[in-house]
């Protein structure tokens, strides 16, 4: 239908010549124009995907400030997901493994405990063993190696998470900063122009906006992963503090 109009449109320019080529131009536009609505009526467009406006934004915003920010959620995400997985299998069934360990001590003694200890993964094992490998030298002795192990795991399982912190302040900060400097190149094009136009400054103050808006989406991200990493760390100390308080119950019931 498109190619039929514009046949029509060049037949009819060079029937009336080059006196009328100008109105006839027009017309032509017209059909286009009408032609393609149609077509639009007929089959609607497809809408820009989330993604792309993400996309298109982002550009928007400028790579300054706005890579500084990226970079921030990527650093970020990159350090969450490490903890998650680590804290994952630093993950110990407790109950199982104080079964074991009391098992093995009924059995096979203090090696065998130790062994079971040995074969197993996560920070309660680890502590389960410094304690076994103590008890010679009395329950004293097995408390101080428990809780000064215990303090080591605390560290490994905190590890780098000062890092997501970190980056959940930087997000909105540097968002913020970018408004600033985008508030203040709108204003440098109002002083000028001489003249207070919305066409002058609505560019600028868009662009600095955005800026902002992805510093809080970074920082909302980023948040809520701290939040899981911080909630799965205090559910490790506290089975690990459960696990030394029963480790020393074992022990005691041992020598008797």
């Known amino acids: 239908m498109k190619r039929l109009f514009s046949i029509l ?5 060079m ?13 032509s536009t017209a059909v286009t124009t009408v032609t ?4 639009d009526d007929a089959a609607p467009a497809a809408d820009v995907g989330f993604h792309q406006d993400l996309k298109k934004r982002f550009i928007e915003g400028g790579p300054g400030f706005m890579g500084i920010v990226l970079l921030c959620l990527i650093l970020g995400l ?6 998650i997985i680590f804290l994952n299998l ?5 109950k199982k493994l104080t079964q074991s360990v009391e098992d093995a001590l009924a059995s096979g003694g203090v090696d065998a405990a130790k062994e079971v200890c040995r074969n197993t993964k996560g920070p309660i094992a680890s502590i389960y063993y410094q304690g076994l ?20 795991q605390m560290g490994q399982l905190e590890k780098n998470v000062s890092w997501i912190s970190l980056f959940i302040a930087l997000a909105p900060m540097l968002g913020f900063m970018g408004t600033v400097i985008g508030m203040i190149q ?5 002083e000028a122009a001489g003249d207070m136009q919305p066409s002058l400054v609505a560019g600028g103050i868009k662009v600095a906006l955005l800026t902002t808006v992805f510093g809080l989406v970074v920082a909302i991200i980023l948040q809520i992963f701290y939040n899981y990493i911080i909630a799965k760390i205090d559910s490790i100390v506290n ?17 008797k």
């Open 9 to 13: 449109a060049v037949t009819v320019m």
């Open 15 to 27: 029937a009336f010549g080059t006196a009328n080529a100008t109105t006839i131009a027009n017309t």
């Open 36 to 39: 393609t609505t149609t077509q």
């Open 78 to 83: 990159a350090i969450a997901i490490e903890r």
């Open 90 to 94: 630093s993950t110990t069934n407790t």
């Open 133 to 152: 490998d103590r008890n010679d030298e009395g329950i004293e002795a097995v408390e101080k190696a428990v809780v000064a192990y215990g303090g080591v």
């Open 186 to 190: 709108a204003f440098d094009k109002i």
């Open 239 to 255: 089975d690990m503090e459960d696990a030394s308080i029963t480790l020393m119950d074992l022990l005691i019931r041992h020598k």
